[in-house]
């Protein structure tokens, strides 16, 4: 079955720094692949997405590249700030109303 | 502006009680679902709903119930037969089945059982 592999963290940055969380998957067929956001005590937003092979999904500083070869999608900031401080979703939907899988989420926490 | 809403935020429970979680969305999506979160375990699904009148048990289905009598609404009965019912519930919604639709989800509701 269709699978979501990530790091759980937490994942713990000083403001400004790099980030990246590593996203792998295993789906049959040609995925939807997803990174959603959770803030504290909320629901998750959808932060970005890509449905095809190749394709970055882009949002507030956020970046990800659809990479079938390597069955990866993960996520990267040039620059965290601490309002970044989230929980962050990896998930894909390879169609049908019961194929969304999250993956497990990964705890950011920036420092000042 | 269009949303996903659930209530209550915070609801507690005495053991042996039915409770009912609401959600209502006004975003005219087909597909509703439920999830179920916990620590460390990500998200797991409960029921979902492709259409009014229907729904489908998810991986998580014993010991709760669901309706879907209206296109908006979708309550969530957590039952005296759940053992350990004490989450945080998610709610969420999407335009239907296609590849590319993304879900959208409420606030979540804290269930703590006393």
């Known amino acids: 079955g269709d699978s979501v592999t990530q790091m759980e963290g937490p994942v713990t940055l000083s403001e400004e720094a790099f980030l990246t969380i590593n996203c792998t998957y295993t789906?049959?067929?040609?995925?939807?692949l997803f990174w959603y956001v959770q803030y504290p005590g909320e629901g998750l937003q959808l932060l970005l997405k890509?449905?095809?092979?190749?394709d970055k999904g882009s949002n507030k500083g956020f970046e990800a590249t659809y990479r079938k070869e390597t069955t990866s999608f993960h996520l990267e900031k040039g620059s965290v700030q601490v309002s970044d401080s989230a929980v962050y979703f990896c998930?894909?939907?390879?169609?049908?109303?019961?194929?969304?899988?999250f993956g497990i989420g990964t705890k950011l926490q920036v420092i000042p | 502006d269009g949303g996903i809403t659930q209530s209550p935020k915070y609801l507690f429970r005495k053991e042996g009680q039915n409770v009912t979680l609401s959600c209502e969305q006004n975003?005219?999506?087909?597909?509703m679902y439920w999830y179920r979160q916990d620590p460390g375990q990500g998200l797991r699904l409960i029921y979902y709903?492709?259409?009014?009148?229907?729904?489908q048990k998810g991986d998580i289905a014993e010991g709760y119930s669901v309706s879907r009598e209206k296109k908006e609404s979708f309550p969530l009965t957590v039952t005296s037969a759940q053992k350990n019912p004490t989450a945080f519930y998610l709610c969420?919604?999407?335009?239907?089945?296609?590849?590319?639709?993304?879900?959208?989800f409420g606030p979540g509701t804290r269930l703590t059982v006393l």
């Open positions: 969420a919604s999407s335009m239907g089945q296609g590849l590319r639709n993304e879900q959208f």
């Open positions: 789906a049959t067929g040609y995925p939807s």
């Open positions: 890509a449905t095809k092979a190749d």
């Open positions: 998930a894909l939907n390879s169609g049908g109303y019961q194929k969304v899988t």
């Open positions: 975003l005219n999506h087909d597909a």
């Open positions: 709903s492709q259409i009014v009148n229907d729904f």
